[in-house]
């Protein structure tokens, strides 16, 4: 009889755990299609803001290609812009990974002529008051980079003026600003030094903004 209970007691919990698991897996599958569309939306509007439409007449969400990032940790998605078929400028995600209170997740977009066409904050921690005016709604620094490049700025530059640069901080938060800069330098040098692979390499990464 006890041999005969544990075997039934396993047979009940066996079953629980795989109604769980599917359980799970229906949920996963409700909803990931509206999860997905939401951060496709997303995208779709800060693509906007960076590059009007206007600007290009390709389906930017499908021109898309993964290359592997500067440190060679992982793979980026480089959303290409283009005019007739010509390159106009690329969209990705990077990351200041020394920003006061962690990572600071950016949106840049550039041009083929390696000016910047935008630069927003997708995510971050700065503290409220201070590093927080990375953001748009709090104030307009992020907007001084814009048309900017590596021939109007020499790299040695991109720093707040405390570091020898030519940009000012925030009152009472440079580490904020000193790491956002760094990132904006490191994304305009890898575009000019990968341009040709941006641009030339099919497209294999689908229209979701998401790392790989």
């Known amino acids: 009889m006890l041999v005969r209970s544990i075997y039934k ?55 898309c290609t993964l290359l592997a ?24 995600t990077t990351t200041a990974p020394d920003g006061y209170s962690g990572a600071i997740e950016l949106i840049i977009g550039i041009t083929a002529e390696n000016n ?11 503290t409220p008051g201070l590093g ?22 020499p790299a040695d530059q991109w720093k707040v003026k405390k570091d020898g640069g030519r940009f000012d901080s925030f009152t009472g938060a440079t580490i904020t600003p000193r790491a956002v800069l760094s990132a904006i330098r490191r994304s305009l040098e890898y575009v000019e030094e990968n341009k040709d692979a941006i641009f030339t390499q099919p497209s294999n990464c689908g229209a979701i903004n998401e790392r790989q």
């Open 9 to 63: 007691n396993s047979l009940v919990l066996g079953a629980f755990a795989l109604l769980s698991i599917g359980l799970i897996a229906l949920f996963h599958t409700l909803t990931k299609e509206r999860i997905l569309a939401e951060m496709e939306a997303k995208l779709a509007r800060t693509l906007d803001e960076l590059i009007p439409p206007s600007h290009y007449n390709n389906d930017v969400y499908h021109d």
């Open 69 to 92: 990032s500067q440190d060679k940790t992982k793979n980026i998605r480089f959303y290409r812009m283009r005019v007739d078929n010509k390159p106009y400028a690329t969209v990705f």
């Open 116 to 126: 910047i066409a935008g630069v927003r904050v997708i995510e971050h921690n700065e």
């Open 132 to 153: 927080d005016k990375i953001e748009l709604k709090k104030s307009d620094w992020m907007l001084q980079f814009k048309a900017l490049s590596l021939a109007t700025v």
